[in-house]
Each structure stands twice: as structure tokens, then as C-alpha cells.
């Protein structure tokens, strides 16, 4: 039973990935109707799972791989809800995708135990709160300008065809990069104050690491706004701070937890 469930969200993510990719590039273009029935299956199974990993009676069990499936879950519900308003073909194979990947590797690695008692420290609560949020907007906001990327170099050579009929205007989908980023930035900002009390070394790899990602955003976000920036510029702030944030996050539970045991 404990492998039954991740077992049928990887495949619902995998058959969801599936039906997008195979159908890329055809006239009718994907089945959205299975793409969507079977990426809602995959998140729901995924979220069960995630509570049957997570919740333990000895106290709550975030490990690297918990905290890794739990972001990949996090940015796949994200991603679905906002796709249903703003169009995400080239977004949900890659999310997907990944997402089954992590399943799949969680599932073969050996379970590590990372067991806290957050219940009973409603301010450390907040902070990983905060920090989670943070994290899914900063990374949706860079998948999405990679998106914008796309559908701009599509403009420029005046290709409409195949998937590009399924992308949103590109200002839209513009708008929406930078209102995560503006919003992410914002929360990871409250995520760095609300962890001051927690904090015992400002020099350690994690607080350094995100306070340098919030540079980068912070610049990003002043650049758009004042001078215009977007585009490659955009692009490569965006990429450059979640991947700070990213080693951030993971980097040193990578080390400890898999490298080191």
C-alpha cells in the first residue's frame, strides 16, 4: 500500500505528460480533457501521499525527499490552476514531468527520517510557510519566462504554427511572469525576517544563498519597473536567483542527507 499510491500518481503524471507531448504538434493539438483528468488523478494521489510520508505519529517527517515531493506537488497544483485561465502547453510536460521523475526517485532511494515537532513553534510554522510560497511563485515565474522566451523568438520569425496557436499573447503571459516574481520576491522577503529568530549564523550556506537570491530578484524587480528590463535580461536575473535559492533550499540537506547519509 505504501508504494501503491506514488506507484499510480508517477503513472497519471507520466500518461499526463504523454498526451501532451504526443500531440504536440497536431492540428487539433492535446487531448485537454484527458491532459487535465489525469494531472488532477496524479495531484490528488500525490497529495495523499504526501500526507501518509509527512504526518507521522512520532512528529512530522520532512526529509529531503518529502520536502522535494512536496514542492514538486506544490508547483504542479500551481501550474494546473493557472493553466486553466492562462494557456501552459509548453509549462504542464515539463512540470509533469519532472514531478515523475522526483516520485520515482523518491520511491527508489532509501526513506530517510527528518522527524520536527513544528506544532508546537507556530512562528517556525510561518517561516517554512512563507518559504515554501516563496519558492513555488520564484520557480513558477522562471518557468514562465521561459515561456516568454519562446513565444517572443516565435514573434520575431513570424512562425504561427503547431503549438504556438495553444501559447497566450505574449503580453499576457509577460504580466504573469512578473507578478509572480513581484509576489515571490515580496514572500521570500517575509520568509528572511520571519526566520530572524531562528537564525544562528548569518554567514551559513542557507541564510547567505537566499539572502543573495533576494538581491537578485529585488534587482530584477526595480530593473523591470524603472528601466523597463525584460526579455534576455529577465530571463537570465530570473534563472540566476532560483537557482540560488534553489542550493539554497536543497544544496546542504543534499550533502548531509544523500552524499553523506
Known sequence: MAMMLPGLALLAYLI???AILARLFHPTGPNFKLVFSTATLAIVLHMLTLAGAIFTGAGQNFSLQNVSSLMCWLISLSVTLTSLRTPAILLLP???GLTAVTLLVTMLLPASVQLQHYELNPGLISHIALAFIAYVSLLMASLYSIQVSYISHKLKHKDFSGVTRYLPPLMQAEKLQFRLL???????????????????????????LSSLALGVFMVLCWGH?????RGKTAISLTLTGIILLTLAYFGSRF???VLLG
Do not use: C, D, M, Q
Not at 519597473?225 to 528590463?229: I, S, Y
Open 16 to 18: 499526463a505528460t504523454v
Open 94 to 96: 515539463l512540470v509533469y
Open 255 to 257: 550533502v548531509k542527507e
Open 225 to 229: 519597473a524603472r528601466l523597463g528590463w
Open 182 to 208: 513581484a509576489a515571490g520576491t515580496v514572500l521570500l522577503a517575509a520568509a528572511l525576517i520571519s526566520g530572524i529568530p531562528f537564525t544562528t549564523h548569518w554567514l551559513e550556506h542557507k541564510t547567505l
